[in-house]
């Protein structure tokens, strides 16, 4: 496989059955130019993920399932979703006929790392779409430089409010949920659980993705009768949480919610075991611990101590609809373990990517842009003006709707739990409750999206 060195870290080019150089080609003339306009038979994609970093075993997630999307875009295996898609435009051969070809970057969970790893892609590669990302602040950092590149971003695993909200760019597009989302859906189920009359105590990773899970939880409990006793910040790359579980021992706090995601939950998750507070009485209750973002990989590093705790999560691979059944099969074949809502994620991004350009019949990010955001559909039951977008189904989430206005995807949002008694290995959580969109659903001008513009598309030319 060839390889070369970026300024941060190293990225590898390769093709399903094969590999090689993509050679870059930047139009400035003609007045439909765009940036890397593909020439010849192929057309080169780029995958920016964490492959070191506190969310390293996401990245690894996302990378197989790209080059499974690589797989099925290019007519090998067994199709996977693109048997299940809703729109049947694209064809097994490609995408508008070119074989794909992809490069990686390791982002390193670093957002300096991960906009000079995608510039190598685009300049130097020729990436026409970058994707990836399992770090929110990563996320807003490549995003603003496609925007600047004129290329298309589709953002892989990135829950904070801000990606579609006040750092939204017309280049850049979400399929995940957001944190907005996940209060929406998990409060109710938590009042339900642990009572209207609860103290909470956040422990928050220090970035844009823990801020706006801390607003939008604290909110949403908030609005159901919690108290919130305090919020404490801590650095992403923290390993060891001990100093900060003590304080919450001298409080009232009857719940801990843990803002963290991907190893920052499982070492904190198990330092709050440690220090027994799931064996505590506060206030006349069981004391409580929440994880709001939750996903697979968290719940298998933090073992046991997941058993009976409550999250939400974009995507879960026990989930019976046709679109997940197949996208599970395909990767279970390939890789012998059920995906991730990571890999899940990833996967649909990058068929949504190619079934935009097929559909626009262009490369050109303005035309892809347009396909993957545009028309009149709407969800049923929402009474929005915003309600219009690109409207798809049997791609795992059900009915689910790319929203022009802020080019963020919303569908029904689940919520899960730590399993009492798996079965496997991969069995750890169970779905709880299947949240409706229209719970889950703000308009643009909501104040936790407030700011920002989302702007007009750049081709780069």
């Avoid at 995940?176 to 422990?203: C, E, I, W």
């Avoid at 719940?299 to 019976?320: C, D, M, P």
Wanted: with cysteine; net charge negative.
């Amino acid at each position: 496989m060839s390889k070369h060195l970026t300024r941060r870290g190293l990225i590898k080019t390769g093709v399903i059955g094969g590999a090689g150089l993509a050679v870059p080609t930047i139009f400035t003339g003609a007045a439909n130019a765009f940036t890397n306009e593909p020439a010849g038979g192929t057309v080169t994609l780029g995958f920016n993920v964490p492959q070191s970093g506190p969310y390293a075993d996401e990245g690894a997630d996302e990378l197989r399932a790209y080059q499974l999307a690589v797989e099925h875009l290019n007519g090998e295996g067994d199709g996977g979703m693109l048997n299940t898609f809703s729109s049947k435009a694209l064809e097994g051969n490609g995408i508008l006929g070119k074989k794909v070809e992809y490069v990686t970057g390791d982002t390193q969970t670093k957002s300096d790392a991960a906009r000079a790893s995608a510039k190598s892609m685009i300049e130097k590669d020729g990436a026409v779409m970058i994707t990836g990302g399992s770090s929110s602040g990563v996320a807003v950092a490549v995003q603003g430089l496609c925007q600047e590149a004129g290329v298309i971003f589709m953002a892989g695993l990135t829950h904070s409010n801000d990606t579609t909200g006040k750092d939204k760019k017309a280049n850049g597009f979400r399929h995940f949920f957001n944190a907005y989302m996940s209060g929406a859906a998990l409060a109710p189920v938590l009042a339900a659980q642990y009572g209207t009359d609860r103290k909470a105590y956040h422990l928050t990773a220090d970035y844009t993705w823990g801020w706006t899970q801390e607003e939008s939880i604290k909110a949403a409990t908030e609005a159901l009768g919690w108290e919130t006793v305090n919020t404490v910040r801590t650095p992403l790359a923290a390993t060891d949480f001990s100093s900060y579980i003590t304080p919450i021992l001298q409080t009232d706090a009857d719940v801990l919610i843990l803002n963290h995601y991907g190893g920052n939950m499982v070492n904190s998750l198990t330092n709050a075991v440690q220090f027994g507070l799931r064996d505590k009485m506060v206030n006349g209750k069981q004391f409580e611990i929440v994880v709001p973002l939750y996903s697979r990989l968290m719940a298998r590093g933090a073992g046991e101590n997941v058993k009976g705790i409550f999250g939400s999560t974009n995507w879960h691979w026990s989930l019976q609809d046709e679109g997940s059944k197949a996208f599970v099969k395909s990767f279970g074949t390939k890789y012998g373990f059920p995906p991730s809502q990571a890999a899940h994620t990833c996967y649909v991004q990058t068929l949504l990517y190619a079934d935009a350009v097929q559909r626009a019949g262009s490369f050109n990010p303005c035309a892809v842009g347009e396909a993957l955001v545009g028309g009149d559909s709407s969800i049923e039951g929402i009474d929005s003006p915003a309600n219009k977008g690109y409207l798809f189904d049997g791609l795992g989430n059900g009915q689910v709707l790319y929203r022009a206005a802020d080019h963020q995807c919303f569908k029904d949002v689940l919520v899960v739990k730590g399993k009492d008694n798996p079965t496997s290995e991969f069995d750890l959580l169970e779905v709880v409750e299947q949240t409706p969109v229209q719970q889950v659903w703000y308009e643009p001008d909501n104040p936790m999206f407030a700011g920002g513009n989302l702007g007009s598309c750049n081709a780069g030319a």
